[in-house]
């Protein structure tokens, strides 16, 4: 009787790992094959998210990219300028847990997961704020977690040395 149910069992197990096996095969189900890892402990000491690298850097095209840690219970930096009209990529990883990135009023939105690097791409047409809260429970600071995306009209951009000096928020 035990041994007929180990048979069942065995079986079913069987089946399972075949069916994953088989699906995956035909549906080519694996990880996309551009995925970015980091070692979430060492950031700090990583080139790209060094504190002092981190925020928005402008490309010699005039395109940006933004560097942004979301850690327990802070993105940082609090502010972010981009230009107005301009592409944006936005590179963003977390030293712990998994975070949830989102700027309100548009459709950037990707997970923010330990060991990987997310990036966004995306152009702001309208200048304004945006807020960017953590979409994902990440803890009890988690309501607490949020920064803000200030998109700059071009010419003050410039005025505002690529738009620090239009990004001065209280912490
Ligand atoms: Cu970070 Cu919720």
Redesign the pocket.
């Known amino acids: 009787m035990e041994l007929w149910w180990g048979a069942v069992v065995g079986g079913a197990v069987g089946l399972i790992i075949a069916v994953i096996g088989i699906s995956s095969f035909v549906m080519a189900i694996h990880p996309p094959s551009h995925v970015e890892t980091i070692d979430p402990t060492t950031l700090s000491k990583s080139k790209e998210f060094a504190e002092s690298n981190l925020g928005t850097s402008v490309n010699p095209d005039g395109s940006v990219t933004v560097r942004i840690i ?1 850690a ?2 802070a993105f940082v930096p609090r502010c972010i300028p981009v230009p107005q009209g301009r592409p944006v990529t936005i590179r963003i990883t977390s030293p712990d847990v998994t ?2 990135f989102l700027i309100a009023g548009t459709n950037a939105n990707t997970m923010v997961v330990p060991g990987y690097i997310s990036e966004v791409r995306t152009v702001f047409n309208e200048a304004g704020d945006h807020l960017m809260p ?1 979409h ?3 803890g009890l600071g ?1 309501s607490e ?1 949020w920064s803000l995306v200030r998109v700059i009209p071009m010419a003050q951009w410039r005025n505002d040395k690529n738009g620090k000096a239009s990004c001065d928020i209280p912490h």
Do not use: I, N, R, T
Request: net charge negative; with cysteine; charged share 10%.
């Open positions: 979301a327990q219970f975070h949830g953590c994902e429970y990440c988690h977690m």
